[in-house]
Protein backbone atom coordinates (compact mmCIF):
# COMPACT_ATOMS: atom_id res chain seq x y z
CA UNK A 1 0.00 0.00 0.00
CA UNK A 2 1.21 3.82 -0.68
CA UNK A 3 1.14 5.73 2.05
CA UNK A 4 0.33 9.38 1.37
CA UNK A 5 1.97 12.01 3.94
CA UNK A 6 0.66 15.78 3.36
CA UNK A 7 2.81 18.71 4.76
CA UNK A 8 1.89 21.20 6.63
CA UNK A 9 -0.63 19.75 8.33
CA UNK A 10 -2.12 23.49 8.71
CA UNK A 11 -1.33 26.59 6.23
CA UNK A 12 -2.07 29.77 8.03
CA UNK A 13 -2.14 32.69 4.82
CA UNK A 14 -4.08 35.58 4.02
CA UNK A 15 -5.79 36.41 0.61
CA UNK A 16 -3.27 37.03 -2.15
CA UNK A 17 -0.96 34.89 -1.13
CA UNK A 18 0.48 31.77 -2.32
CA UNK A 19 -0.03 28.18 -0.56
CA UNK A 20 2.09 25.25 -1.36
CA UNK A 21 1.35 22.27 -0.60
CA UNK A 22 3.29 18.97 -0.31
CA UNK A 23 2.51 15.37 -1.17
CA UNK A 24 4.77 12.67 -0.53
CA UNK A 25 4.41 8.64 -1.48
CA UNK A 26 6.13 6.29 0.29
CA UNK A 27 6.77 4.60 -3.04
CA UNK A 28 6.46 5.66 -6.78
CA UNK A 29 2.85 6.72 -8.09
CA UNK A 30 2.27 4.44 -11.40
CA UNK A 31 2.50 6.70 -14.54
CA UNK A 32 2.17 9.70 -12.17
CA UNK A 33 -1.55 9.16 -11.48
CA UNK A 34 -2.02 11.45 -8.20
CA UNK A 35 -4.73 13.74 -7.96
CA UNK A 36 -5.58 16.55 -5.38
CA UNK A 37 -9.06 17.37 -4.21
CA UNK A 38 -10.30 20.28 -2.68
CA UNK A 39 -13.06 19.78 0.60
CA UNK A 40 -15.39 22.49 2.28
CA UNK A 41 -17.22 21.59 4.92
CA UNK A 42 -20.50 19.92 4.09
CA UNK A 43 -19.79 19.38 0.75
CA UNK A 44 -18.10 16.62 -1.58
CA UNK A 45 -14.69 16.59 -2.46
CA UNK A 46 -14.14 18.43 -5.98
CA UNK A 47 -11.76 17.11 -8.42
CA UNK A 48 -8.85 19.91 -8.97
CA UNK A 49 -5.89 18.42 -10.64
CA UNK A 50 -5.39 14.81 -12.11
CA UNK A 51 -2.49 13.10 -13.71
CA UNK A 52 0.13 14.69 -11.21
CA UNK A 53 -0.43 18.43 -13.21
CA UNK A 54 -3.13 18.54 -15.26
CA UNK A 55 -6.12 20.48 -14.22
CA UNK A 56 -9.79 19.53 -14.47
CA UNK A 57 -12.42 20.85 -16.27
CA UNK A 58 -13.56 24.70 -14.71
CA UNK A 59 -10.99 24.43 -12.41
CA UNK A 60 -8.89 28.19 -12.08
CA UNK A 61 -5.14 28.75 -13.20
CA UNK A 62 -4.03 29.98 -10.23
CA UNK A 63 -4.37 26.37 -8.88
CA UNK A 64 -1.30 23.83 -10.51
CA UNK A 65 0.09 20.36 -9.77
CA UNK A 66 3.61 19.20 -10.48
CA UNK A 67 6.15 16.47 -9.49
CA UNK A 68 6.41 13.21 -10.33
CA UNK A 69 7.57 9.77 -8.71
CA UNK A 70 7.02 10.21 -5.11
CA UNK A 71 7.18 14.31 -4.50
CA UNK A 72 4.16 15.83 -5.34
CA UNK A 73 2.81 20.19 -5.02
CA UNK A 74 -0.32 21.68 -5.47
CA UNK A 75 0.28 25.61 -5.89
CA UNK A 76 -2.76 28.27 -5.24
CA UNK A 77 -0.41 31.07 -6.51
CA UNK A 78 -2.84 34.07 -5.30
CA UNK A 79 -5.38 32.74 -2.65
CA UNK A 80 -9.32 33.50 -3.21
CA UNK A 81 -11.47 33.93 -0.02
CA UNK A 82 -13.29 30.39 -1.76
CA UNK A 83 -9.71 29.24 -1.65
CA UNK A 84 -9.69 28.37 1.97
CA UNK A 85 -10.60 24.81 2.75
CA UNK A 86 -8.77 21.03 2.75
CA UNK A 87 -6.87 20.01 0.36
CA UNK A 88 -6.38 16.01 -0.58
CA UNK A 89 -3.68 13.96 -2.53
CA UNK A 90 -5.37 10.97 -3.75
CA UNK A 91 -3.26 8.38 -5.86
CA UNK A 92 -5.06 6.22 -8.13
CA UNK A 93 -2.53 4.38 -9.98
CA UNK A 94 -2.11 1.10 -7.94
CA UNK A 95 -5.12 -0.69 -5.81
CA UNK A 96 -5.51 -0.06 -2.91
CA UNK A 97 -6.16 3.97 -4.08
CA UNK A 98 -4.96 5.60 -0.71
CA UNK A 99 -5.19 9.57 0.23
CA UNK A 100 -3.20 11.59 2.28
CA UNK A 101 -4.42 13.02 5.69
CA UNK A 102 -5.16 16.32 4.28
CA UNK A 103 -3.67 20.33 4.67
CA UNK A 104 -5.95 22.83 5.68
CA UNK A 105 -5.66 25.84 4.27
CA UNK A 106 -7.02 28.37 6.91
CA UNK A 107 -7.04 32.31 6.61
CA UNK A 108 -4.77 34.12 9.01
CA UNK B 1 -24.78 17.14 -16.61
CA UNK B 2 -23.07 14.66 -14.87
CA UNK B 3 -25.21 13.94 -11.57
CA UNK B 4 -24.22 11.49 -9.11
CA UNK B 5 -27.28 10.51 -6.59
CA UNK B 6 -26.61 8.36 -3.42
CA UNK B 7 -29.87 6.87 -1.44
CA UNK B 8 -30.13 4.26 1.27
CA UNK B 9 -28.00 5.38 3.72
CA UNK B 10 -29.40 5.23 7.52
CA UNK B 11 -28.45 3.73 10.86
CA UNK B 12 -28.50 0.36 11.17
CA UNK B 13 -27.16 -2.17 14.34
CA UNK B 14 -24.03 -3.74 14.05
CA UNK B 15 -23.82 -6.79 12.38
CA UNK B 16 -26.51 -5.86 9.86
CA UNK B 17 -26.66 -4.86 6.59
CA UNK B 18 -27.40 -1.64 4.50
CA UNK B 19 -27.30 -1.34 0.26
CA UNK B 20 -26.46 1.61 -1.23
CA UNK B 21 -27.13 2.70 -3.94
CA UNK B 22 -25.86 5.22 -6.43
CA UNK B 23 -27.77 6.72 -9.69
CA UNK B 24 -25.86 8.08 -12.27
CA UNK B 25 -27.00 10.35 -15.29
CA UNK B 26 -25.84 12.45 -17.86
CA UNK B 27 -23.36 10.30 -19.19
CA UNK B 28 -22.80 6.79 -20.63
CA UNK B 29 -22.83 4.64 -17.38
CA UNK B 30 -21.34 1.89 -19.01
CA UNK B 31 -18.68 3.25 -20.38
CA UNK B 32 -16.74 4.06 -16.74
CA UNK B 33 -15.38 2.51 -13.84
CA UNK B 34 -17.28 3.62 -10.59
CA UNK B 35 -16.19 3.74 -6.91
CA UNK B 36 -17.21 4.21 -3.11
CA UNK B 37 -15.32 6.14 -1.32
CA UNK B 38 -16.55 6.84 2.46
CA UNK B 39 -15.47 9.82 5.37
CA UNK B 40 -15.96 9.21 9.09
CA UNK B 41 -17.36 12.52 11.19
CA UNK B 42 -14.29 14.57 11.12
CA UNK B 43 -11.67 12.33 9.50
CA UNK B 44 -10.52 12.31 6.32
CA UNK B 45 -11.22 10.74 2.46
CA UNK B 46 -10.81 6.57 2.49
CA UNK B 47 -11.26 4.36 -0.94
CA UNK B 48 -14.02 1.35 -0.54
CA UNK B 49 -14.16 -0.02 -3.32
CA UNK B 50 -14.22 0.06 -7.32
CA UNK B 51 -15.96 -1.56 -10.00
CA UNK B 52 -14.39 -1.51 -13.41
CA UNK B 53 -16.55 -1.22 -16.88
CA UNK B 54 -17.53 -4.43 -18.84
CA UNK B 55 -15.22 -3.36 -21.10
CA UNK B 56 -12.34 -4.02 -18.12
CA UNK B 57 -13.92 -6.89 -17.36
CA UNK B 58 -16.24 -5.64 -14.68
CA UNK B 59 -13.61 -6.49 -12.16
CA UNK B 60 -13.67 -5.12 -8.35
CA UNK B 61 -11.10 -4.15 -6.07
CA UNK B 62 -11.66 -3.56 -2.09
CA UNK B 63 -9.88 -1.64 0.80
CA UNK B 64 -8.95 -4.21 3.25
CA UNK B 65 -11.10 -2.84 6.22
CA UNK B 66 -14.38 -4.00 3.85
CA UNK B 67 -12.99 -6.67 1.89
CA UNK B 68 -15.02 -9.70 2.55
CA UNK B 69 -17.96 -7.88 3.83
CA UNK B 70 -18.93 -5.37 1.41
CA UNK B 71 -19.63 -6.37 -2.19
CA UNK B 72 -19.65 -3.52 -5.00
CA UNK B 73 -22.05 -4.20 -8.11
CA UNK B 74 -23.31 -2.13 -11.44
CA UNK B 75 -26.66 -2.34 -13.36
CA UNK B 76 -25.99 -0.15 -16.59
CA UNK B 77 -29.06 -0.98 -17.94
CA UNK B 78 -30.24 1.44 -15.21
CA UNK B 79 -27.26 3.28 -14.57
CA UNK B 80 -27.04 2.31 -10.93
CA UNK B 81 -23.80 1.44 -8.88
CA UNK B 82 -24.22 -0.30 -5.55
CA UNK B 83 -22.65 -1.19 -2.69
CA UNK B 84 -23.89 -4.09 -0.74
CA UNK B 85 -23.02 -3.48 3.10
CA UNK B 86 -23.26 -6.84 5.49
CA UNK B 87 -21.73 -7.26 9.01
CA UNK B 88 -21.64 -3.53 9.35
CA UNK B 89 -19.43 -1.87 12.63
CA UNK B 90 -19.56 0.69 14.30
CA UNK B 91 -16.37 1.87 12.85
CA UNK B 92 -18.02 1.89 9.15
CA UNK B 93 -20.20 5.18 10.19
CA UNK B 94 -19.25 7.64 7.85
CA UNK B 95 -20.52 9.85 4.71
CA UNK B 96 -20.50 7.44 2.39
CA UNK B 97 -19.60 9.09 -1.87
CA UNK B 98 -19.78 7.46 -4.97
CA UNK B 99 -17.83 8.74 -8.02
CA UNK B 100 -17.52 8.45 -11.63
CA UNK B 101 -13.47 7.24 -11.40
CA UNK B 102 -12.23 9.03 -14.35
CA UNK B 103 -8.77 10.19 -13.74
CA UNK B 104 -9.27 9.74 -10.40
CA UNK B 105 -12.66 10.93 -9.23
CA UNK B 106 -14.39 13.57 -11.59
CA UNK B 107 -17.78 13.40 -10.38
CA UNK B 108 -19.04 13.33 -6.84
CA UNK B 109 -22.64 12.62 -5.58
CA UNK B 110 -23.37 14.11 -2.30
CA UNK B 111 -23.07 11.38 -0.09
CA UNK B 112 -25.13 9.58 1.99
CA UNK B 113 -24.85 8.96 5.73
CA UNK B 114 -24.81 5.61 7.33
CA UNK B 115 -24.31 5.18 11.32
CA UNK B 116 -23.71 2.03 12.64
CA UNK B 117 -24.81 2.16 16.04
CA UNK B 118 -26.91 -0.32 18.89
Known amino acids: EIVLTQSPGTLSLSPGERATLSCRAS???????LAWYQQKPGQAPRLLIY???TRATGIPDRFSGSGSGTDFTLTISRLEPEDFAVYYC?????????FGQGTKVEIK | EVQLVESGGGLVQPGRSLRLSCTAS????????MSWFRQAPGKGLEWVSF??????????EYAASVKGRFIISRDDSKTIAYLQMNSLKTEDTAVYYC?????????WGQGTLVTVSS
Open chain 1, 90 to 98: QQYGSSPWT
Open chain 1, 51 to 53: GAS
Open chain 2, 26 to 33: GFTFGDYT
Open chain 2, 99 to 107: TRAYSGSDY
Open chain 1, 27 to 33: QSVSSNY
Open chain 2, 51 to 60: IRSKAYGGTT
